[in-house]
């Protein structure tokens, strides 16, 4: 405790750090004021809550209740997110995009102008939608026409303000400003989700309550294991002399292939592609039971089909997003031109093959280990734990969570150590998702 008090002392005595705190505490506080401003012209009385589970649930969770209340922000950064996907998949498919990624500083400013433009377009399509499927008829007190020309406005102005709030974060806060407020989302519905939960037990089920509890803690650890688990590959540099001088000593580094490289990216797509089985038996329903049966089991998440198609899609998912975000070939080609070499592997394509198969060998495990956090809150939920708290027990809420957390304690521990001050554990330094590849 007194070594707990002693850090609190030493960030709040780091005046730019303390500086930075206070920012992101006010930006997050305009973030959440926010999404309780509800759109002119609505009755917030009337208005349909979605449930916990499916696509409206998540876009629910990731705008910390902004979606369900009809909020000027009730798109959030989710349109931001999108567009930034598809750009990151362009830079992949795409020439054109690829030599503006590999332009440097410049690349990647005129990459981040066609993010916020795309953005513009994805937020208008998706507010049209939401207004139209979300928004009841009955809870609409203005002519529908103009209550939508002027909400599809607002909810994009809406969106670009909260992209401005992620990057003033970034630069003026503490830790990446868009995951924080995603994060910050998600942390508001948590004691709601714990008081609800606690009621729901009563005193007759306090011992039970303190079971889940202390279970969330252990799930929570392995999440923390599974994000932080790195398999390095060490990496030899040979000495290189320039004229008298030696300019790199022969050194080792080490490449870090994380056994999780992909994220969250798998648990969004495969969620947003879930809809879609239950969707279309739906429509088939009037005409076979067998669709029935299947729009019946996809209709609700915990049944063994979703998670089985879930899980299915998930480890899909995550080879393929390792695929595109990690390439062994551009790994071997920047180690070649640096003069580093893997120890007993010869350089250029051995060296690519060697980096790819360690690669596959770990996704495998982190697919499966990321498929059971996923499917997790579905097996809390058939425990009897209410949904809303069953959703912290794992899924894209938990990793996130954890992901967000670790990135900014890295940074809060980056400003101690700078300035000869304790980290923020005592076993060990704190390793977020910024840990950079050799090269």
Do not use: H
Not at 316 to 321: A, E, G, L, P, R
Not at 324 to 329: A, F, G, L, V
């Amino acid at each position: 405790m007194n070594k707990f008090i002693s850090t609190i002392k030493n960030i709040i005595s780091i005046e730019e750090l303390r500086t930075r705190i206070l920012n992101t505490l006010l930006f997050i506080t305009f973030f959440r004021l926010g999404s309780y401003v509800v759109l002119p012209g609505v009755d917030a009385t009337k208005l349909a809550q979605k449930g916990e589970g499916g696509l409206l649930g998540l876009l629910n969770m990731f705008s910390g209740g902004a979606f369900n209340n009809a909020s000027i922000f009730a798109l959030g950064i989710m349109p931001y997110i999108s567009a930034s996907i598809a750009i990151q998949l362009l830079t992949i498919a795409l020439p054109y995009f690829q030599k503006m990624q590999k332009d440097g500083e410049s690349g990647r400013k005129k990459l981040n102008q066609i993010t916020r433009v795309l953005t513009i377009f994805v937020t208008a399509a998706q507010a049209f939608t939401y207004l139209q499927v979300t928004i009841p008829a009955e809870a609409i007190l203005v002519s529908p026409w103009s209550f939508r020309l002027y909400s599809v406005i607002i909810l994009v102005a809406g969106t670009m303000f909260c992209m401005w709030l992620g990057e003033k974060i970034t630069d003026k806060g503490i830790g990446n400003g868009i995951s924080m407020l995603i994060m910050i989302g998600i942390v508001s519905r948590f004691p709601a989700s714990l008081l609800g939960e606690a009621q729901s037990r009563g005193m007759s089920g306090a011992l039970l309550f303190i079971i889940e509890v202390v279970a969330l803690f252990f799930v929570v650890m392995g999440a923390v294991m599974v994000t932080q688990a790195v398999r390095r590959i060490p990496v030899q540099y040979a000495k290189q002399v320039v004229g008298n001088r030696v300019s790199m000593s022969g050194e080792r580094q080490y490449i870090p292939l994380k056994l999780n490289a992909a994220g969250v990216m798998p648990i969004i797509f495969a969620q947003a592609l879930m809809f879609v089985p239950g969707l279309v038996a739906q429509s088939l329903a009037d005409k076979s039971e067998v669709a029935q049966s299947i729009a019946q089991a996809f209709g609700d998440f915990t049944t063994w089909q979703y998670n089985l198609l879930f899980a299915f899609l998930i480890i899909v998912f995550t080879f393929f997003y390792t695929a595109i975000s990690i390439n062994p070939t551009q790994i071997s080609d920047d180690m070649k031109r640096g003069g580093g070499f893997v120890p007993g592997v010869k350089p250029g394509e051995a060296t690519s093959t060697f980096i790819a198969e360690i690669l596959d060998r770990i996704t495998l495990p982190g697919a499966f280990m990321l498929a059971i956090i996923a499917i997790l809150p579905a097996v809390a939920s058939i425990f009897g734990i209410t949904r809303g708290f069953a959703s912290f027990f794992g899924g894209t809420s938990l990793l996130i969570l954890v992901g967000v957390v670790l990135d900014t304690l890295q940074q809060i521990e980056s400003y101690l150590l700078m300035r000869k001050y304790e980290g923020l554990m005592q076993s060990g330094r704190v390793k977020g998702r910024t840990e950079a590849i050799a090269q």
